[in-house]
């Protein structure tokens, strides 16, 4: 069975800096994407940023410049660092993973339970 699971969240200061982290576990072969969304209080959930396993990535505008997503495709991780946090960047922040093929299966996509971010100005 796929499980994803976070780490990194917490308190954190406005113009400080994050590392969240994410494992993927399961007989897995191959993950073709795994990224991270974030959900605000009263928000819809939005991508914040992907990493393909082309290495490709993707950012939403509001983080552009300013984070990192890198992946360890050997050990089914994937890690966002976050700079310069904004009290707007508060949020419960799940990782998924995208097309995750294991020893016998196909799995089409699956999120973790999520870890919360709060930035404090």
């Known amino acids: 069975q796929v499980q994803l699971v976070e780490s990194g969240g917490g308190l954190m200061q406005a113009g400080g800096s994050l590392i969240l982290s994410c494992a993927a576990s399961?007989?897995?072969?191959?993950?073709?994407?795994m990224g991270w969304y974030r959900q605000a209080a009263g928000k819809q959930r939005e991508l914040v940023a992907v990493?393909?396993?082309?290495?490709?990535?993707n950012y939403v505008d509001s983080v552009k410049g300013r984070s990192t997503i890198s992946r360890d495709n050997a050990k089914n991780t994937v890690s966002l660092q976050m700079n310069g946090l904004k009290p707007e960047d508060t949020a419960v922040y799940y990782c998924?993973?995208?097309?995750?093929?294991?020893?016998?299966?196909?799995?089409?996509?699956?999120w973790g339970k999520g870890t919360l971010v709060t930035v404090s100005s």
């Open positions: 998924y993973a995208e097309g995750i093929r294991t020893v016998s299966s196909y799995v089409t996509g699956y």
């Open positions: 399961g007989n897995i072969v191959s993950i073709n994407a």
């Open positions: 990493i393909r396993n082309t290495g490709s990535t």
